[in-house]
Nanobody, 127 residues
Framework: QVQLVESGGGLVQAGGSLTLSCTAA???????????MGWFREAPWKDREFVAA????????YYSESLKGRLTIVRDNSKSTVYLLMNNLKPEDTAVYFC????WGTGTEMAYEYDYWGQGTQVNVSS
């Protein structure tokens, strides 16, 4: 069992930056470093969208093609935390951002492959 808690959302002006954090509590028998981590977002009246993912050891990262260049995903296994650094934010980035954990450790863009999800953190970008 993995519990995920996101933080760092808020209101930011267009062109600004935010860093989202997701901290995991992992049941005994496994550790945070067993899991790949992903970020997804959900805007009003839109489907959940892949944002970024990172493999268990951080060696492999994946980004949405439409967002690439404005994002960086990193993880600190010693803190059981994954971060999403977002730059040059646009009003269309307004959404609830979710982190997710995938037990195979490789990382994927497919939401259905993730086993655990956080509750999300709201990001609002004003024009």
């Amino acid at each position: 069992q993995v519990q995920l808690v996101e933080s760092g959302g808020g209101l930011v002006q267009a062109g600004g930056s935010l860093t989202l954090s997701c901290t995991a509590a992992v049941a005994s028998g496994r550790t945070f470093s067993n899991y790949a981590m992903g970020w997804f977002r959900e805007a009003p009246w839109k489907d959940r969208e892949f944002v970024a993912a990172i493999s268990w050891n951080g060696d492999n990262t994946y980004y949405s093609e439409s967002l690439k260049g404005r994002l960086t995903i990193v993880r600190d296994n010693s803190k059981s935390t994954v971060y999403l650094l977002m730059n040059n934010l646009k009003p269309e980035d307004t959404a609830v951002y979710f982190c997710a954990a995938e037990r195979w450790g490789t990382g994927t863009e497919m939401a259905y492959e993730y086993d655990y999800w956080g509750q999300g953190t709201q990001v609002n970008v004003s024009s």
